[in-house]
Structure formats: structure tokens, C-alpha cells
């Protein structure tokens, strides 16, 4: 448990996004995924996520953790519902989602959106390796409410509030997996490198350097290890090697950029590390299933 109150303590959480949606209609998409965590709440209906179709009921939630792709049906699913990729999903949003009318009776949700990163680098839940998960908290439940009321109205204090409830939000979810013993395996496996100071030294490293070669030679120069050895040692620790979490960390800050700025794809890219923009939108395309203008665009109008 110490191990984790120093992750707790170390957290950075960064709300993003909150809303409350209402179904239109019935649809499944067949990868859904983003670069940030998801907590949902069916207030009312039902949804369903995984190849199994799990079902997510009236009054619990669903965690979508960032960086994993899976399906997810919003509203009943059945042989009948239909499908769409993530790609087409964002096209034409507003076919299957809206913003809730205040005398509307159909089925809806709230979901709030942030990140949450250790020594304000690494990807908390990312890192972990946790996969999709349903929550019966009626604390978490309630605090999910309490966002999307400081969000619809213009309190004294709001953001600062919304900024708390946050990070309440990730603690209950770090709590409920810690209490009913979810991912134990995957937990002590995926936990250890938090102890590792070389290893958060080259995390650092590669967060504040985005733009600049960042080559095996590189890291191995900032974890005072061998150049034949860092590429080892990062898998060992992490289980994936580095050069493929230098192009999360930088998909996923191209991703921020084109949310929150209206530089170009091309100035984006080059900020990111992408010398070639052409490469940078085939990558981008790759990893995320959808161009980099579309991501742009999904921002204007509804979004999940």
C-alpha cells in the first residue's frame, strides 16, 4: 500500500472534458479509443464494451482507460445495432449522440474525461496495462454528478472545483481496484518501474524533449547505462520498448495540440518530433484509426 500512496502523492490529473449525452440511436463501435481516460455513467439504459459485449448497467460505470482500443455500444446491443468503425463513429457523431434535452426521456450518460500522469509524466493507467472496466461505486457515481453540475453552471470557484472532483475521481478508481483485488498480476508486474529513478529520469527526459532526436544513444546517456543495454533495460521494465513510447508520448501530446491550439498539422507535427509531415499523418492515421484534421474536427461538435 505505500507504494501507492507515493503514486497517489505524485499524480498530476488534468481535467478535460465533461458531459451528460443522450442516445439518438443504438451504435457500436468496433474500436473505439483515445489517448485519454474515460470514466462513464449510465444514468439511464444500458451500454456494453469488449468482444464479450459486457454489459454496463443503470447506475454503473464504465473505465476506459487511455491508449486502449475496444468496442462500445452505446445503448442496447443486439444483432440489430449498428456497427461503425471509430473513424466513421466521429464523422457523423450526432446521428447517434446529443447533448440531453432537459424533458427528454431517453436513455443517457455522463462521462468525464482527464489525464492522470506519475511524477507528471508517465500515463498512470496506460502504464499499468489495465484493460476496460465496470465500477459499482455509488461515491464515484456521485462524484461524476458533481462534475457535470460544476459544469453546466457558472459557480464562483468552478474550475478549481471541477479540479478537485477530479482528482477525487481518480483516487476512488485507484481505491475500488485496490480493495476488490482487480489486476493483481498485471499490477505487481506493471508497478515496479514507479520505483526505478533511472527509469523516471528517462521518462522526464523524453516528456521535455518531444521535438529533439531521442535515440536509444540518447536515453542511455541519461540512464548512465550502455547504448546496447537501454533498449533492454526500458523493455525489461516497462514491456514495451522505447522508441514505440516515444511515439505515444508523441501522438499523444499531437493529440493535445490539435484540441487546444490552431497550429497547422504540419507545425504540429514538427513540435512532436516529425520532421516529415507526411510521415507524421501516415503514423497518426495508423495509431488512431482516423486523420489528424478529423481528430481536429471531432472537437467542433460533439465529443467523447
Known amino acids: 500500500m505505500e507504494d501507492y500512496n507515493r503514486v497517489i502523492e505524485s499524480l498530476s490529473v488534468r481535467y ?19 489517448v485519454e481516460n474515460t470514466i462513464i455513467l449510465v444514468n439511464k439504459g444500458v451500454m456494453a464494451f469488449g468482444t464479450d459485449n459486457e454489459k454496463v448497467n443503470e447506475g454503473e460505470l464504465l473505465f476506459l482507460p487511455a491508449g486502449k ?57 496506460t502504464s499499468l496495462d489495465m484493460p476496460p472496466f465496470v465500477i459499482k461505486s455509488s461515491k464515484l457515481a456521485q462524484l461524476v454528478k458533481e462534475v457535470i453540475q460544476e459544469t453546466n453552471h457558472e459557480y464562483a470557484g468552478k474550475n478549481r472545483v471541477v479540479s478537485i472532483y477530479t482528482d477525487q475521481v481518480v483516487i476512488e ?13 498485471k499490477l505487481a508486474t506493471n508497478s515496479t518501474y514507479f520505483k526505478d529513478p533511472r527509469l523516471i529520469d528517462i521518462f522526464s527526459f523524453i516528456k521535455e524533449n518531444l521535438s529533439d532526436d531521442l535515440s536509444n544513444k540518447i536515453l542511455a546517456n541519461v540512464a548512465n547505462v550502455s547504448e546496447d543495454y537501454v533498449g533492454q533495460y526500458f523493455k525489461m521494465m516497462t514491456g514495451i520498448n522505447p522508441q514505440d513510447y516515444i511515439e505515444y508520448q508523441r501522438m499523444e501530446a499531437a493529440v493535445n495540440l490539435l484540441r487546444t491550439t490552431k497550429k497547422s498539422i504540419r507545425a504540429i ?12 499523418c501516415r503514423r497518426f492515421k495508423m495509431m488512431f484509426g482516423i486523420p489528424a484534421g478529423k481528430m481536429r474536427r471531432r472537437e467542433s461538435s460533439l465529443s467523447m
Open 16 to 34: 478535460i472534458k465533461a458531459k451528460e449525452l443522450e442516445i439518438a440511436q443504438p451504435v457500436k463501435v468496433l474500436n473505439a479509443y483515445d
Open 69 to 125: 482500443m475496444i468496442s462500445v455500444t452505446y445503448g442496447s446491443s443486439n444483432p440489430s445495432t449498428h456497427a461503425v468503425t471509430n473513424e466513421d463513429f466521429i464523422s457523423s457523431r450526432e446521428k447517434y449522440l446529443r447533448k440531453r434535452g432537459e424533458n427528454s426521456t431517453s436513455d443517457y450518460f455522463s462521462y468525464v474525461t482527464f489525464d492522470a500522469k506519475v511524477f507528471d509524466s508517465v500515463s498512470l493507467f
Open 173 to 185: 478508481i485507484i481505491r475500488y481496484v485496490l480493495n476488490h483485488q482487480l489486476f493483481v498480476e
Open 269 to 280: 507535427g514538427n513540435e512532436v518530433g516529425y520532421k516529415d509531415t507526411a510521415y507524421f
